[in-house]
């Protein structure tokens, strides 16, 4: 009995490792490529077979691929943890970036959307929807996320001062705050104002953004000091 209670602790044992030996190499290798720079640490990652990587391994390797602008390595990437783990983290807002960087905006705004369901004020990703409205020249879903980016920064950042137009609406569902949207400005008039945060970006100096204020509180009808908020945070986003 002794013998047969050894044998079998002996071979679960056996098994247990061979189960979780890969899980355990994985970190390992994780922990040593995380000690690099970034470019070394994708080199290794991206020399490990992705079937051998954890899930954080994966996530890494794909944010280091849309830095190095390699998207179709990081869409690659994606599958594989959408494989492993579906809608894991911010992985539907990662795909967007690839595909609005490869210049598919419409791929990239049905993921964004999608991801806009999970999380709505995640500001990355309301920030890469005004872009591509901008892109595309739509100005109802412009002034959608427009607005609700401007709901995100009033929770990530509460000591904003926040239109009280904005807050009346910011917890609405997206038809109700597009129907909004419509009412408040007509469609010439967004076109215009998408135009100016277009363009703003690059007028840097002073009496040019003040200009670039004024005319944009006077198509959204909101007041000055809010209109240069919007040209100094939203600017440098639209151009992108």
Do not use: C
């Not at 999608?114 to 709505?120: G, L, N, P, S």
């Amino acid at each position: 009995m002794p013998i047969q209670t050894g044998l079998l602790a002996a071979l679960t044992l056996a098994l247990a490792w061979t189960i979780l030996q890969p899980t355990f190499s994985s970190f390992k290798e994780y922990a040593k490529a995380k000690t690099l720079p970034p470019m070394q640490r994708l080199d290794r990652l991206q020399q490990v077979k992705p079937r051998q990587l954890n899930i954080y391994s994966l996530y890494d390797r794909m944010a280091m691929e849309l830095l190095q602008r390699d998207n179709d390595s990081a869409l690659s990437t994606g599958a594989l943890i959408e494989e492993a783990i579906p809608n894991y983290r911010a992985l539907l807002y990662r795909q967007a970036v690839a595909y609005a960087q490869k210049g598919e905006l419409e791929k990239a705004k049905l993921k964004a959307r999608e991801y806009q369901q999970q999380d709505m004020y995640y500001m990355d990703n309301n920030k890469l929807l005004i872009r591509i409205a901008i892109k595309q020249q739509e100005p109802a879903f412009f002034l959608e996320q427009l607005i609700m980016l401007w709901a995100s920064i009033s929770i990530e950042r509460p000591q904003e001062k926040l239109p009280a137009y904005l807050w009346q609406i910011k917890n609405l569902d997206s038809a109700t705050i597009q129907h909004s949207a419509i009412k408040r400005i007509d469609q010439r008039s967004a076109l215009t104002a998408m135009a100016i945060m277009g363009k703003a970006s690059a007028d840097s100096s002073h009496t040019q953004k003040q200009r670039n204020s004024r005319a944009l509180a006077a198509i959204l009808d909101i007041p000055n000091n809010e209109a240069r908020y919007l040209v100094d945070y939203m600017a440098p986003v639209a151009a992108r």
